[in-house]
């Protein structure tokens, strides 16, 4: 059973600040690793994919990957209030079929 | 931007009946995807789909869930005879190629009472 696991939250950061996301996964064969956003109601919304190990920068997020650890994590910079929402980490052989985590609810405080 | 549709909104139908649920995926894209996500839990993967054909199901895709592309533009979940426990948001989903983007229609909220 593959398994993907993430910390439910909230995690509450004050705006402005960096919050820090993770995800692990227990398929070691996995090759792809993604970060979707879904706002309540809503459907999930591509943020990052990353398939290295190391460090993946697009604007003010940030995607780290270890392979070695089974860990992903997510950053984001200068939280805004915008970014509450719950924050999706999806895991793939052959990035076709998905398993997703549970999420972790971001709360940005003004 | 394009982007994938999915009609309807919202489903309500009654235990025991067959529900379509309809997508139209992105004009150029050639893998098809449905997932779930019952409220408040996980979003879960159905069936992937490419070249006519389900190039993989879950567990959860058993014999009372059917897809199909009828034709050049749609591509639809049906499920024989809803239980209480089919009510979730139901996501399509396309891609381009066996790459990493899959983009998400917006749902179908399917109700069962």
């Known amino acids: 059973q593959k398994e993907v696991e993430q910390n439910s939250g909230p995690l509450s950061v004050p705006e402005g600040a960096i919050a820090s996301l993770n995800c692990t996964y227990s398929?070691?064969?996995?090759?792809?690793f993604f970060w979707y956003r879904q706002y309540s109601g809503k459907s999930p919304e591509l943020i990052m994919f990353i398939y290295s190990n190391g460090d993946k920068e697009d604007g003010r997020f940030t995607a780290q990957l270890n392979k070695a650890s089974q860990y992903v994590s997510l950053l984001i910079r200068d939280s805004q209030p915008s970014d509450s929402a719950t924050y999706l980490c999806a895991v793939g052989r052959d990035g076709q079929n998905f398993v997703f985590g549970p999420g972790t609810r971001l709360s940005v405080l003004p | 931007e394009p982007e994938v549709t999915q009609t309807p909104s919202h489903q309500v139908t009654q235990m025991g009946q067959e529900v379509i649920l309809r997508c139209v995926p992105i004009?150029?894209?050639?893998?098809f995807y449905w997932y779930r996500q019952i409220l408040g839990q996980k979003v879960e993967f159905l069936v992937s789909f490419y070249n006519n054909e389900i190039s993989e199901k879950s567990e959860i895709f058993d014999d009372q869930f059917s897809v199909e592309r009828p034709d050049g533009s749609n591509f639809t979940l049906k499920i024989r005879s809803t239980k209480l426990e089919d009510s979730a948001m139901y996501f399509c989903?396309?891609?381009?190629?066996?790459?990493?983007?899959?983009?998400f229609g917006p749902g179908t909220r399917l109700t069962v009472t």
């Open positions: 004009s150029n894209h050639l893998y």
């Open positions: 989903a396309s891609s381009r190629d066996r790459g990493p983007e899959q983009y």
């Open positions: 398929d070691r064969g996995s090759q792809s």
